[in-house]
């Protein structure tokens, strides 16, 4: 009944505009009366479960689309799936895979409830929020008349899914000539005035698909139908929810498939900190606003930080007692756990929290590497051996990071986002930078230092702009009015991520070069596969900063990757880079390594971590290792990793420092 309503209304609004609608609508009145309406989700499935290469960015669960608000019906920002539809996927991603690209998801399967959400925006003309960005060309009135939204949609059907490519190399979006829900022209697949490459990379996503049985729709080059879909005339009611799903089509805890928890390796990130904005700092001198009142002092843990670990610690607690591993509110025996940190503040507070999380009545000694008698700082990010010539190599890694242009091929990839840090922090208003102390950002070059035992670093305009995009990442997770954290400024969700993608980009630049990782990390590789080795370990915790987790992974071969629900796509604040050992029914050892982390909205909402609100996951995969069907490395084959990171260095050292 309040289907037909809201479609008179409809009727009366858009008769003077367009009279042949009110027959078309009548027509599709008469089809709405035939449909069939279901909320059953036995025959639906985790995208990501069937395509774990897949990469999610659900746009509907955010507030950047065509709204400008999260829809109804996304209850968390997964894609679902009929299995028939993502089977097909799969065959695609492994194509797509093998070529340099992996799939990026914008939607799959939208909830029925969805469809109504948008039908009820566009009857209010008032809410043009986005307009700018996604209907700049088009009236909002028109939309509906001209197909842009319809009462149902092929995705409440469970076999559509909008899509586009990630450029494993560059770590970056295809580029499409055109973003996705644009209302235009310009989303036609076969729109001609962009470039013969947009036109190219849009051919590529087609003609993948197309070869595994989806079909196109000739107005969006992101959608695409499973041809020989299961449930043509079937439209599904369920909410996109993991709760959604039925219990034979949800993923199956390991410990269910006959697996025993035996050992967690974990290497982290600290957690939230202040950042270097003091009076005389980068961050101060280059903007005329006040950054947030920090609750600690430079490079220190935060409050935020520490509640936020703390949090964390309490989440493993349950996971590991429900695992069995480590008995909830237990005194771990001598030997039995290991906290190490470096001796920076934010990283032995870090472990403090999480310890106090984990084992709240154990007195936990965190190890850090003091002046006298402390350990050895295996996790310091300095050079462990140095020569001429392998800087010169290595220099020579980090510039093909830019193609053919090397670092100017890097200044000129980075451009947009340097601007776009620019603008938020307002720059060029500030005294120092129009003095000329720091140069011009846009049109300075960038580089690349090296010297024996110290730290490698970016120099130049990427450094620069790498310190004030640290402080607003920081600034956006700590300040919950987001126009405070961009100093006024409106910006969106994708603007954030642009920002967080630019950090991102300069940590791989910092210490993502194979030759650099490898030399850097060297102690702590070795340091982790004994850790691993000691059989009376149950849990070690490991705690240092992005660039650790970023130069392990890089340096024992991890395939590229790109986290979702996070603006920091590969070491986001806090993140926990877990090894753990399950052993089978047979008795023989396995291994999962992944990586845990807040999505953004966790941290900026300060969220409370549970078995019912998790942090996020993300398996790994490494270059060489195979797995089995569960996606665990035989323990052979994790060893065997790390003793050729291992032998990879030591070859390097003998042939740079002969």
């Avoid at 590529?204 to 989806?214: P, Q, S």
């Avoid at 870090?350 to 936990?364: N, V």
């Amino acid at each position: 009944m309040k289907s037909k309503k809201l479609l008179l209304s409809l009727l009366l609004l858009f008769a003077l505009i367009c009279p042949q609608f009110v027959q078309v609508m009548a027509e599709e009145t008469k089809a709405a009366e035939e449909i069939n309406l279901s909320d059953d989700s036995s025959d639906f499935v985790l995208l990501s479960d069937t395509v774990p290469d897949a990469i999610l960015e659900i746009r509907y669960y955010s507030s950047y689309n065509f709204v400008g608000r999260r829809i109804d019906g996304y209850e968390e920002p997964l894609a679902l799936l009929t299995k028939e539809a993502a089977s097909a996927l799969k065959e695609v991603s492994d194509e797509l895979v093998e070529k340099g690209y992996r799939l990026k998801i914008f939607d799959a399967y939208r909830p029925q409830r969805a469809v109504t959400d948008f039908m009820n925006w566009a009857l209010d003309p008032d809410d043009t929020l986005m307009k700018e960005y996604f209907y700049p060309e088009l009236d909002k009135e028109v939309l509906f008349p001209q197909g842009y939204i319809a009462e149902h949609s092929g995705h409440s059907r469970g076999s559509t899914v909008d899509l586009t490519l990630f450029d494993m190399t560059t770590q970056k979006e295809v580029d499409m000539g055109g973003t996705f829900d644009y209302f235009g022209e310009l989303s036609h697949p076969d729109y001609k005035d962009i470039t013969e490459e947009q036109y190219n990379n849009r051919m590529i996503l087609r003609e993948a698909m197309l070869g595994h049985g989806f079909k196109p729709l000739k107005e969006e080059w992101w959608h695409f139908t499973l041809e020989d879909e299961p449930y043509p005339d079937t439209y599904f009611t369920f909410p996109v929810s993991s709760d959604s799903l039925a219990a034979e089509a949800s993923e199956e805890d390991l410990g269910e498939k006959g697996y025993t928890l035996e050992q967690v390796v974990i290497l982290s990130r600290h957690n939230l900190r202040a950042p270097l904005s003091s009076n005389g700092s980068v961050p101060q001198e280059l903007t005329p606003h006040q950054w947030t009142d920090w609750s600690a002092n430079s490079s220190e843990l935060t409050i935020n930080g520490g509640i936020q670990e703390t949090s964390m610690g309490q989440y493993f607690r349950k996971w590991l007692n429900e695992e069995g591993l480590i008995e909830e509110n237990s005194i771990p025996k001598e030997g039995e756990v290991r906290f190490n940190a470096r001796d920076k503040q934010r990283c032995r507070a870090t472990a403090r929290y999480f310890a106090s999380g984990l084992l709240p009545l154990a007195d936990i000694n965190v190890e850090y590497p003091a002046e006298a008698n402390g350990p050895e700082d295996f996790m310091s990010p300095v050079l462990k051996f140095y020569s001429e010539d392998y800087a010169r190599d290595a220099v020579k890694q980090v510039a093909d990071m830019g193609g053919a242009e090397g670092f100017a091929g890097l200044s000129d990839e980075t451009r947009d986002a340097i601007r776009l840090i620019m603008d938020t922090a307002d720059v060029e208003d500030s005294e120092i930078y129009k003095s000329g102390k720091y140069g011009d950002l846009l049109t300075d070059g960038s580089g690349y230092m090296m010297e024996a035992d110290k730290e490698p670093d970016v120099t130049g305009a990427i450094k620069t702009a790498s310190q004030v995009g640290d402080a607003l990442v920081l600034q956006y997770y700590e300040e919950p009015d987001e126009l405070k954290a961009a100093f006024g400024h409106e910006l969106t969700e994708e603007d954030w991520k642009t920002i967080g993608g630019f950090m991102t980009r300069y940590l791989e630049l910092k210490h993502g070069a194979p030759m650099v990782a490898v030399n850097i990390t060297h102690p702590l590789i070795e340091e982790l596969e004994s850790e691993l080795k000691n059989e009376d370990r149950k849990l070690s915790f490991f705690c240092a900063h992005d660039c650790t987790v970023l130069g392990a992974l890089t340096a024992l071969g991890a395939e590229p990757y790109s986290l979702p629900d996070s603006i920091e796509t590969r070491t986001p604040i806090g993140v926990k880079l877990l090894f753990e050992r399950w052993r089978d029914e047979d008795g023989k050892a396995w291994y999962r390594v992944d990586l845990v982390y807040r999505s953004a909205e966790q941290i900026r909402d300060q969220a409370v971590l549970t078995p019912d609100n998790p942090p996020m996951k993300y398996d790994l995969k490494f270059e060489g290792v195979e797995t089995n069907e569960d996606g665990l490395i035989p323990e052979e084959e994790l060893f065997g990793m790390f003793d050729r990171t291992e032998a990879k260095y030591e070859e390097m050292k003998e042939k740079y420092t002969k």
